[in-house]
């Protein structure tokens, strides 16, 4: 018989409320033991009293769920008890007793999200998207964290299983009935536009990126110009020192901030100018290499003349401002003050306005291991093309599709799992 599992589901520390999870053969069997009178009925919250020997350990709320209708596809308990340390550290101990005689022991980090993968509950696209959201800091991230969770990707990977079953079929019956003309033409059409579809959903993962780890600005500009007091102003606190000395900021300083739901990281860059000074020179030197990451630029200027002393190009993408607008603007740029916040409310809004280009088109494949699967997809369906225009024999090309059939199972973790599974479920919590 398999093991029963048990963990606290919440933040152990003083709460309101605290949540246990028994998932298992014998969730139901260890729940006798500690209440009286029957099991509630499955997915009603009652009112129970958890006795051990004979005392009353506290009045909880209990919850049952058949294997049929529960996270985890195990007969499941849950026991919403009072968040206190010692009630939290009784019931585990009342829970530990049964250990021998019904098989019950703790949890494992991420143990009833992998007995919900066995039981077929979910699969690994779907497990990888949970541990995202888990981790989600922002509203991209948990959007993008969703869909894979709710089943959205594993959808579409579906359909690309039933294309390489079709193109699978065509080329068995192939071997089947060499004498006859099945259609090679269409077989490769197939393959051709799954190739393409495949390859849209590979470009996206740059997207992907963008929601899981942020975009970069950088603010450039002359010397003194107001890029440090601009970057504190945006990020609501000091991050930047500010001097009335020019050349003050050596080092490229970061402040990520949250926009639209999207972690944006500004970039305080040392003021660029010809300059004799050999640490402003290393300043000026790592910001040009930083700068192929960053997915526009913001200009900040004193005159316009200083858009050609920085040495940096403007590309189409690119804001530009005339700093210290509280002095005055003879530009023909908008005006912006990080001192008096003057034109900060209409900057950060054309900031908004052009962040959507950058992730917006993003691409389902969310991980590094779902990326690697597509490439090893995308090549494997490349060499059935070539094999099909060479005329290889339809044996060594069906072998070529069952190849494709493989990684879409890998993909799914239909086959093929248990050393990706040990890694993804490091990073999940014991009660989930």
Not at 187 to 208: C, S
Not at 221 to 239: F, M, R
Not at 256 to 276: H, S
């Amino acid at each position: 018989m398999k093991d029963t599992i048990f963990a606290l589901s919440t933040v152990p520390g003083i709460s309101a409320i605290s949540v246990f999870r028994i998932s298992g053969p014998n969730a139901f069997p260890v729940l006798r033991k500690i209440i009286k009178g029957k099991i509630p009925d499955y997915r009603y919250a009652t009112l129970k009293k958890i006795f051990w020997n004979g005392e009353v350990v506290d009045k909880c709320i209990v919850i049952t769920f058949n294997r049929n209708e529960s996270y985890s596809g195990e007969n499941t308990v849950e026991i919403h008890c009072h968040g206190s340390v010692a009630v939290i550290e009784k019931l585990v101990s009342v829970l530990m007793s049964y250990g021998s005689t019904l098989k019950l022991r703790p949890a494992e980090e991420g143990e009833f999200t992998r007995q919900a993968f066995y039981n077929g509950k979910m699969d690994l696209i779907q497990i990888e998207g949970l541990s995202d959201l888990l981790k989600a800091e922002t509203e991209a991230q948990r959007k993008l964290a969703y869909q894979s969770l709710d089943g959205m990707v594993s959808k579409k990977v579906d359909q690309w299983r039933s294309e390489i079953i079709s193109i699978l079929a065509f080329l068995e019956a192939g071997i089947d009935f060499a004498d006859q003309d099945l259609g090679q033409i269409e077989v490769l059409k197939k393959v051709t536009n799954l190739i393409e579809v495949l390859k849209k959903e590979r470009d996206g993962f740059e997207d992907i990126r963008s929601i899981k780890e942020g975009l970069n600005i950088a603010i450039i500009g002359p010397p003194n110009v107001g890029k440090s007091t601009l970057i504190n102003h945006l990020s609501k606190k000091e991050v930047s020192l500010t001097s009335r000395i020019a050349g003050t900021t050596r080092d490229i300083i970061e402040s990520k901030v949250q926009i639209n739901g999207v972690f944006v990281t500004f970039l305080d860059t040392a003021g660029l100018r010809e300059t004799k000074d050999t640490i402003e020179k290393k300043g000026i030197a790592a910001i040009k290499k930083r700068l192929r990451s960053v997915i526009f630029k913001i200009f900040l200027i004193n005159k316009e003349v200083d858009l050609k002393s920085v040495g940096i190009r403007v590309d189409a993408d690119d804001l530009i401002f005339k700093a210290k607008v509280d002095r005055g603007n003879k530009t023909r740029f908008p005006g912006i003050s990080g001192k008096t916040g003057l034109g900060v409310r209409e900057a950060i809004g054309l900031i908004e306005k052009k962040l959507p280009k950058f992730y917006l088109n993003s691409g389902i494949m969310a991980t590094q291991r779902q990326q690697s699967k597509i490439n090893d997809l995308i090549d494997v369906l490349l060499g059935l093309v070539s094999d099909l225009k060479e005329d290889i024999e339809v044996e060594l090309v069906a072998e070529k599709a069952r190849d494709g059939l493989k990684l879409i199972e890998e993909l799914t973790g239909t086959i093929d799992t248990e050393e990706v599974l040990g890694i993804i479920f490091k990073s999940f919590c014991i009660g989930k």
